[in-house]
């Protein structure tokens, strides 16, 4: 093992999703965003990481309210697109095509597989990243595409893994975990 300076590599690939902040009617942008995570079941809550510098950063802080948009694998062009410049200088709404929220005034991209609307409950100030917490007011998916007990069907759609700039995966190949036996009984059932 050798020491590693971009530690974070060593989480990656994770999903990457678009960040929808701003208000329907006054400001809307996209980001794109891999640093995402669910944070509690009751109350639903998920965080995101911004970096303070960017568009997204500023419209969250000022109306308080994202989205979390799950895009298939085949967009991830939109992706790094939308990961790759800023609202400030380009209209990424426009670009990738967006709705109004429908429990929040920031936007949804068009065509998005899954969506989470949220509102801001909480946030942690990192130097050059904010870590905001949303408390999630809707939750929707595709009904072909989504199963409630099992999540995604990845026999019918890809979700994009990012791993470093440039860099995607789609998800490998379904494990079943548990079926060896252990020691101490295997893990839970999801
Ligand atoms: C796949 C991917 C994932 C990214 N993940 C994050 C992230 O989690 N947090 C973040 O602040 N920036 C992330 N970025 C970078 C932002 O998307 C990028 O800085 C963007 O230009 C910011 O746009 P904005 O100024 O319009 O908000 C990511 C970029 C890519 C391509």
Same mark, same amino acid.
């Given at each position: 093992m050798r020491s590693v300076e971009k530690f974070y590599?060593?989480?990656?690939?994770?999903?990457?999703?678009?960040?929808?902040?701003?208000?329907?009617?006054?400001r809307v942008?996209?980001?794109a965003a891999s640093w995402v995570t669910p944070v509690a079941e009751e109350p639903p809550l998920v965080g995101v990481a911004v970096d303070v510098e960017s568009y997204t950063h500023e419209l969250i802080s000022a109306y308080g309210e994202f989205t979390v948009n799950v895009l298939p694998l085949d967009r991830v062009e939109d992706i790094y697109?939308?990961?790759?410049?800023?609202?400030?200088?380009?209209d990424k709404a426009g670009a990738l095509g967006a709705v109004r929220g429908e429990a929040v005034g920031a936007p949804v991209v068009r065509g998005a597989i899954g969506v989470l609307e949220c509102r801001v409950a909480g946030s942690y100030e990192a130097?050059?990243?904010?870590?905001f917490v949303g *408390?999630?007011?809707?939750? *929707?998916?595709?009904?072909?595409?989504?199963?409630?007990r099992?999540?995604?069907?990845?026999?019918?759609?890809?979700?994009?893994?990012h791993n470093w700039g440039r860099g995607f995966y789609g998800v490998g190949r379904f494990v079943l975990a548990g079926s060896r036996g252990r020691r101490g009984g295997g893990p839970g059932r999801v």
């Amino acid at each position: 093992m050798r020491s590693v300076e971009k530690f974070y590599l060593l989480l990656h690939p994770r999903p990457a999703y678009i960040i929808g902040s701003g208000r329907w009617g006054e400001r809307v942008n996209f980001m794109a965003a891999s640093w995402v995570t669910p944070v509690a079941e009751e109350p639903p809550l998920v965080g995101v990481a911004v970096d303070v510098e960017s568009y997204t950063h500023e419209l969250i802080s000022a109306y308080g309210e994202f989205t979390v948009n799950v895009l298939p694998l085949d967009r991830v062009e939109d992706i790094y697109y939308a990961g790759s410049r800023s609202g400030r200088e380009a209209d990424k709404a426009g670009a990738l095509g967006a709705v109004r929220g429908e429990a929040v005034g920031a936007p949804v991209v068009r065509g998005a597989i899954g969506v989470l609307e949220c509102r801001v409950a909480g946030s942690y100030e990192a130097e050059d990243v904010t870590f905001f917490v949303g *408390r999630v007011l809707a939750a *929707r998916a595709d009904e072909e595409l989504f199963d409630e007990r099992r999540g995604w069907r990845l026999g019918k759609v890809d979700l994009p893994l990012h791993n470093w700039g440039r860099g995607f995966y789609g998800v490998g190949r379904f494990v079943l975990a548990g079926s060896r036996g252990r020691r101490g009984g295997g893990p839970g059932r999801v």
